[in-house]
């Protein structure tokens, strides 16, 4: 309802597009007045106050007639009087040069005029042609009329909210009426054009109404084909396709296309063609393939593709049309893009987590499958560093947290997170806590103030298990603070899930692996996980020593003050080992079970570990407040020295174990008792069927230049497997072998099946050494054999070393001098084996033609050990170098074990190592494998006077 004219303050405006003044009739007071009314008049017409005096003629209490005339300052002003309905005495005054019925009457459009309550003040004949009808408006909302004449009262309520739209909005207001026809709908087109005074506030409604029922259907095909394009969320634009100076420029864009150019830094559209936009370098480099791939569309065709914007991280789906004129001819493109980030991102996401998955359940560390997902969230969250913290003992730290941060989270004492998320989510809610700046935090939790040095900004997100237990929790920082990270926290929501399962698969794992390989009364490794360790340090070159210790009579002790006792002692012991092992740096420590003990050592460290092991036991044990010393024997075992695999390296050390407490000794090293010894005969005859059944077969030792590193060749080793006898060894088997006259035989079998294998090595520049016996040095077609192992091969002389023994070239020294100076001026290189341990002299070194020398192990073993032993073996190893050098001959050392021996001999100056340092005795293809893989290679043939430098390039 309209408010009454007594409470009505009507407003006054400048530059009004309607001069009007309504008065009460019965006192001539001012109602409301336009302020182009008082510009007409130049008079000041104030609401609430009379008119000025002389400006209406008649006396108030008067009805005033249907026209009247205002006498102002610039002259009479005639007016066309209209009552206003709902008002009593109220009167609207307009003047006739603005209402007159010769225009506003008698236009073809409907005008109405209402004013700021929705009552109308004015309609023209065009809107309501039945004059009573008309009069009886003035002064009704929409409603009230609509009750009065029975219209629907839902076009009253559309009117309101419209008219409503356009009070608050300011803007025009356009919409289309249906009425019912004879024959088709009616359309009309109505206009509602708000009026407001200079304060802001509306003074007048101005409505136009256009019959549009002639072409409707296609204006409201336009419209609606408009409001749909307009109001896509899909960017759409319509590019220039012909050439010229407006190719490739935008013809129409619609407003979700300039948001996506805002999103880019691009407030308004660009004034030019696509390719001069300013563009991040990796966004305009794809865009322009894109745009390349256009102008190669065939007339008529379509074009899909997704589009990548690496600088913004965005993937958009495209869709082009080509728009074609009547001619046929291509004029424009309609591209329409979809952003599919988030399902991208999705799709990445499930293949990432799937593949982290995989990698768990292959066995993968928890860094290798969830540290590449933390990884892709801090590429997307530029500036984070995320990471996540598994409550291991110790912590668990996997991602890219920075390293101070890494360092401190790993060393946190434990119960330390358990504690932190008790504090911080009780309820176990699982929600992310975030702190803008931890430096301007004065409070916090205990851990928060241990970050707070080391960064600005936290997030935090718990994981839980199944049941309820405290996994972890994702961790992002930023250097700076962050008061708004909403969207890290919830890419870290969205990780929680997997990062949850994938927590709890290691922590399963860890729980399930330290019950199987732990001992739980120690925790010390148990007797599994010690023969595991063994398992992989055997597949190394060095060699291995493995220890088993025994208490003795502790169960009598176990009797005599019960188990408790019996187990704090044995977690005290343990205490003290552990203790000893890192000072030893041991490579496995563990509690084999019962009151016996394991560790994992190289031979090298047997004499010191005993020492300090024998120390252990000196000091007192305490039972009940009383001392108590305990007593315990060692035993021990070497790889490859006595045993190849772990369980022979078990079954030695027990062995020993067992020795020592029979000899009462601390300590005892395995010796292997000798072999039985295979009848002469027998072996003879084995001998003669092998060489007729081939059981023989080669093995190869790897032999590395000591400065360099570089791999330069392999001796060829013997080996025989009987089907009966089973393994025999050359020392064994090479004495009947000579003795039987088989050597010859057997020696030209060497020759022809190393120089046979040598050929298949992949790198064409190692040699390949061959033992020679003195019964084929003394044979005089020995020179025509290796010729012909060599022409058959197609092995290269100089890649044939002949290793011949010192009793082999003294014997008959000169037919041995022309036999090897035959083979040395074809290329073929001499090397005398086992130096030291024969008879020969200087003079026969300097007559012989000797290239190589083989120092023999037993002068190697002691090398690098502060004993009279290991003094002795490096003056002998001096010497020779001394003499190989004045003699230009090659020095080679056998039995390398160690890499205090290999130091020891590169210091001396020796060219060449042998051993297993480097590697074992190798089959062929496990030699040619293991070369490939060397990092050291020969890449030139080796020169024939002693190497003096690097052989590699």
């Excluded at 030291?836 to 003079?843: Q, V």
Aim: glycine share 8%; charged share 20%.
């Amino acid at each position: 309802m309209s408010p009454s004219p007594e409470s009505q303050a009507w407003p006054v405006a400048t530059g009004d597009l309607l001069a009007a003044l309504i008065l009460d009739s019965r006192t001539h007071t001012v109602l409301g007045c336009t302020d182009s009314m008082s510009q007409f008049l130049n008079v000041p017409l104030i609401p609430g106050q009379p008119v000025p005096a002389g400006l209406l003629r008649g006396h108030p209490g008067d009805s005033l007639p249907a026209q009247v005339t205002l006498h102002g300052r610039r002259g009479p002003l005639p007016c066309q009087v209209t009552p206003v309905g709902g008002w009593p005495h109220a009167s609207l005054l307009c003047p006739d040069h603005q209402l007159s019925r010769s225009v506003l009457d008698h236009i073809p459009l409907d005008v109405a005029v209402l004013n700021a309550s929705g009552q109308y003040l004015y309609v023209n004949e065009a809107a309501i042609r039945d004059p009573q009808v008309r009069r009886g408006i003035i002064g009704l909302t929409d409603r009230e009329y609509m009750t009065w004449r029975g219209h629907p009262l839902d076009r009253a309520a559309e009117r309101e909210r419209l008219f409503q739209q356009a009070a608050s909005s300011g803007a025009v207001v356009e919409f289309t009426e249906v009425y019912p026809g004879e024959t088709a709908p009616q359309y009309l087109k109505r206009t509602y054009r708000p009026v407001f005074d200079q304060t802001g506030a509306l003074q007048m409604m101005v409505g136009f109404g256009e019959d549009r029922s002639g072409g409707h259907e296609l204006a409201e095909q336009m419209s609606l084909l408009r409001t749909m394009v307009d109001t896509s969320v899909d960017p759409l634009l319509v590019l220039n396709a012909q050439p010229g100076p407006g190719h490739l420029r935008v013809k129409y864009t619609n407003p979700a296309m300039l948001d996506l150019l805002r999103q880019h830094g691009l407030d308004t559209l660009p004034d030019a063609p696509m390719p001069e936009w300013p563009m991040a370098e990796g966004n305009g480099m794809n865009i322009l393939a894109l745009l390349a791939q256009l102008a190669q569309l065939p007339l008529g065709s379509t074009y899909r593709d997704v589009l990548f914007l690496p600088e913004a991280q965005q993937w958009l789906e495209v869709h082009v049309n080509a728009i074609l004129d009547l001619a046929g001819a291509r004029t424009h493109w309609a591209i329409s893009l979809r952003d599919v980030t988030t399902q991208r991102r999705t799709e990445l996401w499930q293949e990432r987590v799937a593949r982290a998955h995989g990698l768990a359940l292959s066995g993968a560390t928890l860094s290798a499958s969830l540290g590449p997902l933390l990884q892709e969230v801090d590429h997307w969250e530029v500036g984070w560093q995320i990471g996540a913290v598994i409550a291991s003992e110790p912590p668990l730290v996997v991602g890219q947290l920075p390293g101070d941060l890494q360092q401190l989270l790993s060393h946190l004492p434990p119960g330390t997170l358990d504690c932190h998320w008790r504090d911080l989510d009780p309820q176990q809610s699982a929600g992310a806590v975030s702190i803008p700046d931890l430096q301007a935090s004065a409070a916090g939790a205990p851990l928060h103030r241990l970050l707070r040095p080391l960064t600005r900004s936290l997030i935090e997100l718990p994981l839980y298990g199944q049941d309820g237990q405290l996994l972890g929790a994702f961790m992002a920082v930023h250097a700076a603070p962050h008061a708004w990270a909403a969207s890290v926290a919830e890419t870290l929501h969205t990780l929680s899930t997997t990062g949850a399962i994938l927590a709890e698969q290691h922590l399963t794992r860890e729980r399930l692996e330290r019950l199987a390989y732990h001992d739980p009364l120690t925790r010390l490794l148990n007797r599994a996980a010690l023969t595991d360790r063994a398992v992989t340090a055997l597949r190394q070159p060095s060699a291995l020593a493995l220890g088993l210790m025994d208490l003795n009579r502790f169960r009598f002790l176990n009797d005599g003050f019960g188990h408790p006792v019996g187990d704090q002692l044995l977690r005290e012991l343990a205490r003290r080992l552990r203790a000893l092992a890192d000072r030893h740096a041991l490579l496995a420590l563990a509690r084999m079970g019962g009151d016996e003990f394991g560790l994992l050592a190289r031979p090298e460290q047997i004499e010191r570990i005993t020492a300090d092991l024998q120390a252990v036991f000196e000091q007192p044990f305490e039972v009940h407040g009383a001392p108590l010393l305990l007593e315990a024997s060692m035993g021990w075992s070497v790889a490859p020295g006595t045993a190849q695999d772990a369980p022979t390296l078990l079954q030695q050390a027990d062995a020993a174990l067992y020795e020592a407490k029979r000899s009462q000794r601390f300590s005892q090293r395995y010796t292997p008792a000798p072999p039985a010894p295979i009848p002469t005969v027998t072996m003879e005859s084995a001998l003669r069927e092998s060489l007729r059944d081939h059981h023989f077969r080669l093995v190869y030792q790897p032999q590395v230049h000591l400065s360099s590193g570089v791999l330069v060749g392999a001796e060829a080793l013997l080996r025989w497997t009987h089907p009966a006898l089973g393994p025999v060894m050359p020392d064994q088997f090479i004495p009947v072998a000579e003795l039987a006259g088989l050597m010859p035989r057997l020696g030209e079998w060497v020759m022809h099946a190393a120089c046979q294998e040598a050929a298949r090595w992949s790198n064409t520049h190692l040699t390949v050494s061959v033992n020679v016996s003195s019964r084929q040095l003394s044979d005089s077609a020995f020179s025509d054999r290796v010729r012909q192992a060599l022409s058959s091969s197609a092995l290269h002389p100089q890649r044939l070393v002949l290793e011949v023994t010192e009793s082999g070239l003294i014997d008959n020294p000169t037919r041995v001098r022309e036999v090897l100076q035959d083979l040395r001026t074809l290329g073929v290189r001499v090397s005398m084996d086992d130096f030291g341990t024969g008879y020969s002299s200087l003079f026969t070194l300097r007559s012989l033609p000797v290239d190589e020398l083989k120092i023999d192990r037993a002068f190697v073993r002691d090398l690098g050990q502060d004993t009279q032993a290991g003094r002795e073996s490096h003056a002998i190893v001096c010497a020779s170098v001394l003499m190989a050098r004045a003699l230009h001959i090659e020095l080679l050392a056998e039995g390398v074990e160690t890499a205090g021996q290999a130091d020891a001999l590169r210091e001396a100056g020796c060219d060449l190592g042998q051993g297993w340092l480097y590697a074992r005795a190798l089959e062929p293809a496990e030699f040619d494998r293991f070369e490939q893989g060397w990092p050291a290679r020969l890449i030139a043939p080796r020169a024939g006077a002693p190497v003096s430098g690097s052989l590699s390039g």
